[in-house]
């Protein structure tokens, strides 16, 4: 290990000179790495660790065109204490979708002491081991915003393999999380998630869940969207008048008409958007002045 270090603060320390005296000839390196020489491959990783930004997108742009490779001294840096090599390192194995780096990168996600680390759950969703599920669900409930919005990405694309992990958490889950998986099932879109769903059209993330419904499409959810327009909350009442056009039946037309008269525009405009689905025909709200506008149409 002190060797490695050693290594690495020569390359740090010789990187800037090379740069000036053009000595630094990353191409025949990498030309060297993609031929599978081992000490050639640990020294392109190494120089992943430079805070240059410029160079450092170059020297990454190289690692994942030389790809395979690369993989054993990517492992290996994989703890580096370096932030930047650590985050190209992630990122890199990610692009490469190097099943082997699940565990380092499940660790990397649990360290609320690393900055930037919703790269590795960035990374996991392109993986795609299923061994990188459970983890993600968990990212769900992380104080970090940018951990929970990759961790949400990454779980959609799991997608139908994603399902039962997600609905296991969602019986025990809090607000926080239980509003990233009922987002992340509202995605992938399996009806599986319906009866779970319907559960929740009480609870504090109702909102959430009626965005889910309309993007399962099935008409069962219909009765709990028709009761979600009278909800106090406006945002609420816009996700069910949003919802219901893509499943509602005519028994959804009478009261997406009184929420036609709504107080706040967007559940006007919503309305009348779902009523034109449902009816065939356009119909008008008023805007924020009280003039009668058609919603334009956001189904294209």
């Not at 990454?60 to 395979?68: C, F, H, N, P, W």
């Not at 703890?79 to 082997?100: F, H, S, Y």
């Amino acid at each position: 290990m002190r060797r490695q270090i050693l290594i690495l603060m020569a390359l740090l320390l010789l990187l800037p000179a090379c740069q000036k005296q053009g000595t630094l000839d990353l191409d025949g390196l990498a030309g060297q790495a993609r031929g599978g020489d081992a000490a050639a491959c640990r020294e392109l990783v190494a120089l992943l660790a430079t805070p240059d930004t410029a160079l450092g997108d170059r020297i990454y742009a190289m690692v994942i065109q030389v790809g395979e490779p690369l993989i054993p001294a990517l492992l290996a840096q994989l703890t580096t204490t370096n932030a930047d090599q650590r985050e190209r390192v992630a990122a890199a194995l990610g692009n490469l979708k190097a099943a082997q780096a699940v565990p380092g990168l499940v660790a990397i996600l649990a360290d609320s002491n690393l900055k930037r680390r919703y790269i590795a759950a960035w990374a996991l969703g392109e993986i795609g081991a299923a061994e990188g599920i459970t983890p993600l669900i968990a990212a769900l409930d992380d104080d970090n915003d940018q951990v929970r919005r990759h961790a949400t990405r990454s779980l959609i694309k799991f997608n139908q393999s994603a399902v039962l992990p997600l609905l296991t958490a969602l019986s025990g889950a809090n607000q926080r999380p239980a509003a990233g998986i009922v987002r992340v099932l509202g995605d992938i879109g399996d009806r599986r998630a319906l009866e779970p769903l319907l559960q929740r059209v009480d609870g504090e993330i109702r909102g959430e869940v009626f965005l889910a419904l309309g993007k399962l499409r099935d008409p069962r959810a219909e009765s709990a969207l028709i009761t979600g327009l009278a909800d106090s909350d406006w945002q609420v009442r816009m996700n069910a008048a949003m919802a219901l056009g893509p499943i509602g039946t005519p028994k959804s037309i009478p009261p997406l008409t009184v929420t036609l008269d709504d107080d706040v525009m967007v559940v006007r405009e919503w309305s009348a958007r779902s009523l034109s689905m449902l009816t065939g025909h356009e119909v008008e709200y008023r805007d924020a002045t009280g003039v009668l506008v058609a919603p334009y149409n956001v189904y294209h």
